[in-house]
């Protein structure tokens, strides 16, 4: 099978290949070149363990507004060195 290679340096899997592998458009690929110059492709399986601590718990208690931020002051301090000032929004 052939593909072209795009000026940008892209190109489009056959459908064919696409099929056999599952693959939808943000599949991740690894490419290995090969001592012959050949490329090996395979197809790289979502890992769970990659979003571990995006979610919550369910049983976790919310953040409260002050808490929030205070965590955004701590964050800024470390990056600016110098405490922030905040402008307080209305029914605060």
């Known amino acids: 099978m052939l593909a072209t290679l795009t000026s940008k340096g892209q190109i489009t899997l056959p459908k064919e290949i696409r099929d056999r592998l599952q693959l939808d458009a943000g599949a991740t690929l690894d490419f290995q070149l090969q001592p012959d110059n050949s ?41 600016r060195g110098r405490p922030t000032q905040r402008r307080r929004t209305a029914g605060r």
């Open 39 to 79: 490329i090996v492709v395979r197809a790289v399986k979502p890992d769970a363990r990659r979003i571990r601590g995006l979610l919550k718990s369910p049983h976790a208690k919310p953040l409260t507004v002050e808490e929030m931020d205070a965590g955004i002051d701590r964050l800024l301090r470390k990056e």
